[in-house]
Nanobody, 120 residues
Framework: QVQLVESGGGLVQAGGSLRLSCAAS????????MGWYRQAPGKQRELVAT???????NYADSVKGRFTISTDNAKNTVYLQMNSLKPEDTATYYC??????????????WGQGTQVTVSS
């Protein structure tokens, strides 16, 4: 069974930093594009950042210049470094894995979510 296990959320003051981690099973990590999404109360889940084939990254405009997505292939882990946090970054953050290649199969895996709360 595929698992995406997130960690690193918490409470931080505005301007502070947090690093989220998402550990994935080895096979899925090697054939997937990994991403981070977030969902605030009463709002739809939204893209935060993705890490795709060849090391390409994509960020939501609201986090550009503040957040950085990266991977550690040896640990099958994707990270989200969040700096200069703002109260509007408060949300539950979810790790996501989607097929990278046509032959990867068809799936859309989510982690259990980790809460990030930024106080003003």
């Amino acid at each position: 069974q595929v698992q995406l296990v997130e960690s690193g959320g918490g409470l931080v003051q505005a301007g502070g930093s947090l690093r989220l981690s998402c550990a994935a099973s080895g096979r899925i990590f090697s054939i997937s594009d990994m991403g981070w999404y977030r969902q605030a109360p009463g709002k739809q889940r939204e893209l935060v950042a993705t890490f795709t084939s060849g090391g390409a990254t994509n960020y939501a405009d609201s986090v550009k210049g503040r957040f950085t997505i990266s991977t550690d292939n040896a640990k099958n882990t994707v990270y989200l470094q969040m700096n200069s946090l703002k109260p509007e970054d408060t949300a539950t953050y979810y790790c996501n894995a989607r097929p990278r290649y046509v032959w990867s199969g068809s799936y859309n895996y989510w982690g259990q979510g980790t809460q990030v709360t930024v106080s003003s």
